[in-house]
């Protein structure tokens, strides 16, 4: 299991999440299968456990266990299929958002900065829209605005110009094309930041990752029963801000409606106020897990 995914914050995740021996749960984000197996550790023989992977490559990660299924969809239709399982109410789910360890170093899937692979993205293989199509179909206009959104970048016009420019002259195939673009003009100290944040952003786009996670919300808040709990690992403040504000306000946007004493209906009951981050020991055996965050909240 380590070698295609080491899961972070793991034990402090799933010991939040497991409050009910004989209880339902989901992960949402089965990759490796690291939180699945100790979920399952922690459940009698009547619990359950339903994980979900749009990525084929987590299938061969499969477990055999009479107490686990493994839908291989997105998370954002988690409400459909629970209800074709006959499932109404479950005790908690987690979700561990992001990138696998697998995705990032399989050159052929195109996320890694770190290797020249195809211009690709998708954590689905199955979809249609790739980077490639989104870098040479997109006007400036659209790539402008991925760019400052969900990459944060700065200048972002100039950077969606020299894209539309460089795509004029050449046909962009691989993640090296792309970044042969900027090398010259971005300092070598500052180029692991911006590609980090060029990738991300286009990875964003391909998979529509933040809508995806506001319907995963919101399902989850119709799902779980009261007292149910919900863990959710974030890796970049673009997740991390859309979850901590909806469990807060049960909302994405704008503030909730309050009663004359000036108090609103919270959803949920925090169980820190702050998030929750790895230790030295975690980061250090797995630097990757540097950047995340993870917020837990029980359903009142």
Known sequence: MREYHNPVLLHPSVEALVKNKEGIYVDCTFGGGGHSCLILEKLNSEGKLFAFDQDSDAYNNQIEDPRFTLIPQNFRYLKNFLRFYKIEN?????????????????????FST???GPLDMRMNIQQSLTAKEVLHTYSEEQLKEIFYLYGELQRPGKIAHLIVENREEKELETTGDLKQIFDKIIPQYKQNKFYAQLFQALRIEVNDELNALKELLVQSYDLLMPGGVLVFISYHSLEDRLVKKFLKTGLFEGEPERDIYGNWNKPFDLVSSKAIIPDEDEINDNPRARSAKMRIAIKR
Request: hydrophobic content about 40%; overall charge negative; charged content about 30%.
């Open 114 to 116: 770190r290797f020249e």
């Open 90 to 110: 479950v005790d908690g789910i987690l979700a561990d958002l992001g990138v696998s360890s697998h995705q990032f170093d399989v050159p052929e899937r195109g």
